[in-house]
Nanobody, 121 residues
Framework: QVQLVESGGGLVQPGGSLRLSCAAS????????MAWYRQAPGDQRELVAE???????NYADSVKGRFTISRDNARNTVYLQMNSLKPEDTAVYYC???????????????WGQGTQVTVSS
């Protein structure tokens, strides 16, 4: 069974930095796009950043210039470097991957369990 496990969340002061990681495990034949989403209390889940299998990236306007998404295909891992953090970045951050599993699973999108990021003084 495929699992996405996030790590790296926590409490940070405004202006600080955090690096999130998300590792995919299980029987995986290919990983296509990988992405980070976030959801603040009372809000809908929103796309933060995404990266294709060849490294093309896309960012939400609210994080451009502050966040950087990257991936290590050999480790089935995606990262999110977050700099100049603001209180409005506070949310649960979720990893997402478009991947090819077993013949039974086929191609599907998997989600991580989420990691809390809190930006506060």
């Amino acid at each position: 069974q495929v699992q996405l496990v996030e790590s790296g969340g926590g409490l940070v002061q405004p202006g600080g930095s955090l690096r999130l990681s998300c590792a995919a495990s299980g029987i995986i034949f290919s990983i296509y796009d990988m992405a980070w989403y976030r959801q603040a209390p009372g809000d809908q889940r929103e796309l933060v950043a995404e990266i294709t299998s060849i490294g093309s990236t896309n960012y939400a306007d609210s994080v451009k210039g502050r966040f950087t998404i990257s991936r290590d295909n050999a480790r089935n891992t995606v990262y999110l470097q977050m700099n100049s953090l603001k209180p409005e970045d506070t949310a649960v951050y979720y990893c997402n991957a478009d991947l090819l599993g077993t013949a039974t699973e086929g191609r599907f999108r998997a989600w991580g369990q989420g990691t809390q990021v809190t930006v506060s003084s």
